[in-house]
């Protein structure tokens, strides 16, 4: 079993920068691939970003394409998401999630990841 622990979320207005990070228990963090998601009050569970466990490949949704950052750091079992240029619309809970049954595959799907953290809360005002 994996725990997720994230951290980093806040308050901030539009066009400002933060980093969420994401720590993870368990001996095995550098094999597991990493996602980011969000998800917005009304609204379904959004893809933001992923990286495999070796690192070399990122993914990264449309809307935060050029503006986040997706990197890892498996000394640390962490992964870290560098938010930049934020927006209103960036606005809502922030969940990191773990894939330790397969890598690769449909990375901006819900499906492939079966640990989930708790959740930080990230505000944008305008």
């Known amino acids: 079993q994996v725990q997720l622990v994230e951290s980093g979320g806040g308050l901030v207005q539009a066009g400002d920068s933060l980093r969420l990070s994401c720590a993870a228990s368990?001996?095995?963090?550098?094999?597991?691939?990493m996602g980011w998601f969000r998800q917005a009050p009304g609204k379904e569970r959004e893809f933001v970003a992923a990286?495999?466990?070796?690192?070399?490949?990122?993914y990264y949704a449309d809307p935060v394409k050029g503006r986040f950052t997706i990197s890892r750091d498996n000394a640390k079992n962490t992964v870290y998401l560098q938010m930049n240029s934020l927006k209103p619309e960036d606005t809502g809970v922030y969940y990191c999630?773990?894939?330790?049954?397969?890598?690769?595959?449909?990375?901006?799907?819900?499906?492939?990841?079966?640990?989930w953290g708790q959740g930080t809360q990230v505000t944008v005002s305008s």
């Open positions: 368990g001996r095995t963090f550098s094999t597991y691939d």
């Open positions: 999630a773990v894939s330790t049954r397969f890598t690769g595959g449909r990375m901006w799907s819900t499906e492939k990841y079966d640990y």
């Open positions: 990286m495999t466990f070796s690192g070399y490949n990122t």
